[in-house]
């Protein structure tokens, strides 16, 4: 049981490159999230699932995009990268839509140049 | 701003004295949840607890609920080293229909 996984752990990207974040959970839950974290800061909420065929904006949904693939996987997708998107990103589920507990994956470290 | 705001931003304490974090949020919740954040890794949910609650108790953890004050306050007892990390609250907002972090509280506890 892996819990929540996330590829790559690191990336490096130009300015205008595009690029897919990966998330998975294999504890059959039903609603998964998207979060950045910019340093000495809280998260800040991308995007979010609900349930396998929904995905709603958060606060901060400009320049990504999402694809809730299955019930499993949750993409996040920069079309263009910039250096405003220079951040740590997590991944999240939950058995259900917030306030449930969310479980979380070990973070992308990704560099826009 | 963040609904839910953790205070002090830093705090530095020995190993064996207590711990206390408070977090402030802005508009009605129906819970509050505390996370630990160590260096490097993602969150790990640490205790929820209700708006009708008042206090809950998680081995060395204590939370406590202010409704009317919206606050929070988690305090870990006898801390250890090993509970140096960064800590956050995430309110949840009935209306929103979902959870806000705060930017979270550093501790050190240095043995």
């Known amino acids: 049981n892996a819990g929540v996984t996330q590829t790559p752990k690191f990336q490096v990207l130009k300015t205008g490159q595009s690029m897919t974040l990966q998330c998975a959970q294999d504890m059959n839950h039903n609603s998964m999230y998207w979060y950045r974290q910019d340093p000495g800061m809280g998260l800040r909420l991308i995007y979010y699932?609900?349930?396998?065929?929904?995905?709603d904006k958060g606060e901060v949904p400009n320049g990504y995009n999402v694809s809730r693939l299955n019930k499993r996987e949750f993409s996040l997708r920069l079309e263009s990268a910039a250096p405003s998107q220079t951040s740590v990103y997590f991944c999240?589920?939950?058995?259900?839509?917030?306030?449930?507990?969310?479980?979380f994956g070990p973070g992308t470290r990704l560099t826009v140049l | 701003s963040q609904q839910g705001e953790e205070d002090p931003q830093a705090l530095s304490i020995q190993e064996g004295e207590n711990a206390t974090m408070n977090c402030s949020y802005k508009t009605s919740i129906n819970n509050l949840q505390w996370y630990r954040q160590n260096s490097g890794r993602g969150l790990v949910h640490l205790i929820l607890i209700r708006s009708n609650e008042r206090e809950k108790h998680s081995g060395r953890l204590r939370v406590t609920l202010d409704t009317s004050k919206k606050s929070s306050s988690l305090l870990i007892t006898a801390s250890r080293a090993a509970d140096t990390a960064s800590y956050f609250c995430?309110?949840?907002?009935?209306?929103?229909?979902?959870?806000?972090f705060g930017d979270g509280t550093t501790l050190t506890v240095k043995p």
């Open positions: 999240a589920s939950s058995a259900n839509r917030a306030p449930d507990t969310q479980y």
């Open positions: 699932s609900a349930s396998e065929g929904t995905t």
């Open positions: 995430a309110a949840y907002n009935t209306n929103a229909g979902k959870s806000t």
